[in-house]
């Protein structure tokens, strides 16, 4: 199944606020929760949002997330230089598997 | 405190097995699943599959039904990635993660990943 459509990059300016997109389809984000990972260089990917918009404990709230139909969104705000990442949207698809993005690679200026 | 700890890198030749894992602890691992996931060489995330320790109940994402074998162990509370004949397209950091529910992409707790690489 092809992956759920990210942008290859995004940048900002420490303090700006920086949106990352994640499309899909009726099969996957559009009747499923999105989630959104964060991968630091050479580490593990670590979950950032779930259920489209509900944060982990130790999450700042300057990561939020939503979803509109077949489409959502990470929007990290007041950007500082260690959300220099990789980021990654996430959904159940329904042929019974999971799709991630391809990924964001954001670079703060 | 929870951990998932991964065996370390490897470097196989192609046609080889292999057999990488994740060794649980901080929690019940026979009621949760466990799942894995590849990552390409400087590419995104991809689900391999999971499985459900307690009855070894297994669930792969197609592309990769029969290409690999997920297992688990109760009695030692660790999970197996096994490859019977390995390609260089096998390449690439494996990651087991705990999944809260089956079907979806829930993943609480991460393994630090596996490095394979496959070359002749």
């Known amino acids: 199944q092809p992956a759920l459509i990210q942008p290859p990059s995004a940048s900002g300016a420490p303090g700006q606020m920086v949106t990352i997109s994640c499309s899909g389809s009726s099969s996957n984000v559009g009747k499923n929760f999105v989630y959104w990972y964060q991968q630091l260089p050479g580490a593990a990917p670590k979950l950032l949002i779930y259920r489209n918009d509900q944060r982990p404990s130790g999450v700042p709230d300057r990561f939020s997330g939503s979803k509109s139909g077949a489409s959502a969104s990470l929007v990290i705000s007041g950007l500082r230089s260690e959300d220099e990442a990789d980021y990654f949207c996430a959904a159940w698809h329904d042929s019974l598997s999971v799709l991630f993005g391809g990924g964001t690679k954001l670079t703060v200026l | 405190e929870v951990q998932l700890v991964q065996s370390g890198a490897e470097v196989k030749k192609p046609g080889e097995s292999l057999n990488i894992s994740c060794k649980v602890s901080g929690y019940y691992f026979n009621y949760y699943w466990i799942a894995w996931v590849r990552q390409m060489p400087g590419k995104g995330l991809e689900w391999m599959g999971i499985?459900?320790?307690?009855?070894?109940?297994?669930r792969y994402n197609p592309s990769f039904q029969g290409q690999v074998t997920i297992s688990a162990d109760k009695s030692i509370s660790t999970a197996y990635l096994q490859w019977n004949s390995l390609k260089t397209s096998d390449s690439g950091i494996y990651y087991c993660a705990r999944p809260t529910q089956w079907n979806q992409p829930y993943f609480d707790y991460w393994g630090q990943g596996s490095l394979v690489t496959v070359s002749s």
């Open positions: 499985v459900f320790p307690d009855d070894s109940e297994t």
